[in-house]
């Protein structure tokens, strides 16, 4: 997976139709006029943007430029972020109108009044809250690569090779073990893998993302493992400045009410009334989301497995026990927040290679590095006559898996 080209293509159907002024690949081409060795087969894939035989403005493609998601990329691929982008715009209006019109027309006064250290700690918590907020939205959450061409065609083929000769269609789930409990692995037919644990398809962005907690749309990105610990703090301390401004802008009109009527002040600071109805609507929802999450963090859950109840007893069913808890609250914190941030899977600046030089899936019994031969997957626990469930699972996905496995 490591060099997948990230352009979804269903098995045995033909090739896409070449843009114009593009080469189309064929046999090899009489030697011509023109200096220079023939491109290797492992060269990167070159798009045109001119016209004619295409030899003018070509230039590598990169595999941002052919993601199958609903993503947006920046920066030459740099920054990512969901396809819309309305409802980020909004968060960052409310917050940078809130703070300038607290910092123009609320802290000159406070600081007279009462001390310098009020625009001091509002600053410092607006830095952050800002600092988190871009980094929850353009870090890639954990998004999991879908298969290739040579993987989704040796998936189909080891599903139709189960020696039956009926119609079965592919399997919907798969059993793995995680600390003595089943964990079941659902199909993605999108991304045509098996989704490792804790991982959901985003129909908004349209990607698996590891470790799925939910799609915000006030970020304007998914919320996953690569980027929960700053969604995290990114409430918690935006619940903090929201209560900070709220209670200075209180403090400010009823120092200036002091030997005056109250709504005469209201009327000569529509600034500070603008503030104060910002915040009071808005600090009960974010306190709220900030207890949830730590709620969430301290069992180690995901908003997803919340909802679905999926160790609980909410969909009426006997309770189960959550398999990723460390059984303490302290480690559920450290293991949530301050482990260490995985590499992203996706290769997004990297370039796109031919088709021929896509890696097919690799079919071993040997154990990948670091695995339990006995706990191998939990392919023992695959339906007999379904094969070996390791080499339907992109070598990066085991990977994922075996980290859950360890855990």
Known sequence: MKECEYQQISPGAAPPPASP???????????GPGPGPPPLASAPRWSSSGSGSGSIGRRPQRKWEVFPGRNRFYCGGRLMLAGHGGVFALTLLLILTTTILFFVFDCPFLAQQLTLAIPIIAAILFFFVMSCLLQTSFTDPGILPRATVCEAAALEKQIDNTGSSTYRPPPRTR???????????????????????????????????????????????????????????????????TAFIFACVVTHLTLRSQGSNFLSTLKETPASVLELVICFFSIWSILGLSGFHTYLVASNLTTNEDIKGSWSSKRGGEASVNPYSHKSVITNCCAVLCGPLPPSLIDRRGFVQPDAMLPSPIRSDEPTFGAKPDINMGMNTAAPGEGDLRGRIPKSIQNVIQSQQRA
Request: proline share 9%.
């Open 175 to 241: 059993e793995v073990m995680i600390n003595g409990q089943m964990v079941k692995l659902k199909y993605c037919f999108t991304c045509k893998m098996f989704r490792p644990p804790r991982t959901s398809h985003c129909s908004v962005c349209d990607n698996c993302v590891e470790r799925f907690d939910h799609h915000c749309p006030w970020v304007g990105n998914c919320v996953g493992r690569r980027n929960y610990r700053f969604f995290y703090a990114f409430i918690l301390s935006l619940s903090f400045l």
């Open 21 to 31: 002024g593009a080469r189309r690949p064929g046999p090899a081409a009489p030697p």
